[in-house]
């Protein structure tokens, strides 16, 4: 699902605003997430799942055209984890 996607779900299922009401609220939200997640902050989204971001340390790598060996600098990068209620609704068979 893409973010205009999910703009239009939640439109159609909430009557009360319009489409641009709705495209404010995602924007809203992820903008939010990226904030907190840029101050180091954790996520929690109960029933959903969680955001954190991870640390990864510097490393030797390779580039995969020459096969040379390359410095790869340490970095944090976000991490999402689902919740238990987002596993099970996933795990379920369709039918």
């Known amino acids: 699902m893409t973010r205009?996607?999910?703009?239009?779900?939640v439109a159609s299922k909430a009557?009360?605003?319009t489409k641009k009401d709705?495209?404010?609220i995602v924007s809203t939200l992820f903008q939010s997430i990226a904030e907190s997640l840029t101050k180091?902050?954790?996520?929690?989204i109960r029933g959903f799942g969680s955001f954190k971001v991870k640390k990864r340390n510097a490393r030797k790598g390779r580039n995969?055209?020459?096969?040379?060996?390359i410095h790869v600098d340490s970095k944090r990068?976000?991490?999402?984890?689902a919740g238990k209620e987002l596993?099970?609704?996933v795990?379920?068979?369709p039918a």
């Open 4 to 9: 205009s996607e999910l703009i239009e779900e």
């Open 15 to 17: 009557a009360n605003f």
């Open 22 to 24: 709705v495209e404010m």
């Open 40 to 44: 180091g902050e954790k996520i929690e």
């Open 64 to 69: 995969p055209k020459s096969g040379e060996g």
């Open 77 to 81: 990068v976000p991490f999402f984890k």
């Open 87 to 89: 596993k099970e609704r």
């Open 91 to 93: 795990n379920v068979e």
